[in-house]
């Protein structure tokens, strides 16, 4: 936004701690939204729900190295610090920015251990260490900002249940607040991983959305979930996808489901396309 100032950066934890205490001492409420970088609208939106719960508009940026495994793209994931910080400019009220060294300092050994949604057999199954490093990670930064609410993109859905459930677990004194996936105009969900994507990939990419939406309305019409599925993971492989899973489970827990009703259902994909692994969900 030209014309609005630039969002102040806070390299350290100290610095974070001072600066949320200051507003905290004078009422202001405070809220978190995590991001590994390589802003886009999606991580805007969030922002900007998130002054819709506070006063205060802390986003961190951090490429977290422990929710990479090992043939993952941690090396090459994109890193825009600049152009983030531009993307905040009258969004957000303080970007923290942490090095590695000082999220994991020599000699850290602690990690949050997880059951429940993080064992659904979505993203665990193919990614086993990944929700530890996220865990682990989100609770380090709820409790260095200590916000009043946090932000948590539906995009990453088995995500953002996975921090529901860790939040409850542990007391920690925050209000998990979901945002909606936000879409290019072909229905593609906005990620930072799309930049991968060949100008080819890129047309076929928003195939995921277009077959998930598919497969809802098979489930809606009264299509046995393990058909509606199954119709969905060959729609995509046809397209030229490696399906990891695509599977309809019950919204909360994540667990599976035999037949649609009564349950809330949430439709849930991962898919590679050449060297992208794209993953996409929507509600039933
Ligand atoms: P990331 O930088 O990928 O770790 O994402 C940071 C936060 O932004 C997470 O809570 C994501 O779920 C959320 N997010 C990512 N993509 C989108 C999107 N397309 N729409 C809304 N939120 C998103």
Known sequence: MPGSSPVATAPTVAELRRIVDGWR??????????????????????????????????????????????????????????????????????????AVEAMYPAGFATTISLEGP????????????????????????????????????????????????????????????????????????????????SADERTVAPTIYRVLSTVADHLRGGMAPADATARGRQALAAEGFDVDYLEAREAESLNPIESVSPASVRLLAAARLGRTRLIDNIAV
């Open 25 to 98: 001492r004078d009422g202001l409420k405070v809220a978190l939204v995590p991001t590994m970088g390589a802003l886009h609208a999606g991580h805007v939106s969030l922002a900007r729900l998130a002054r819709e719960h506070a006063d205060r508009v802390v986003v961190s940026i951090f490429v977290n190295p422990t929710q990479f495994g090992p043939s993952e793209d941690f090396g090459r994931y994109p890193r825009t610090l600049q152009d983030d910080l531009e993307a905040l400019r009258g969004v957000g009220d303080l970007a923290f920015t942490p």
């Open 118 to 197: 993080a064992t659904a057999g979505l993203e665990d199954r193919f990614r086993p260490t990944h929700f530890a490093g996220v865990a682990t990670i989100v609770a380090k930064l709820l409790i260095q900002a200590g916000p009043d609410a946090a932000l948590f993109g539906e995009k990453d859905y088995q995500q953002l249940k996975v921090i529901t459930r860790m939040v409850a677990d542990l007391d920690l004194p925050v209000n998990i607040v979901p945002g909606p996936t936000l879409r290019e105009e072909d229905g593609l969900a906005m990620s930072s991983r799309n930049r991968y994507l």
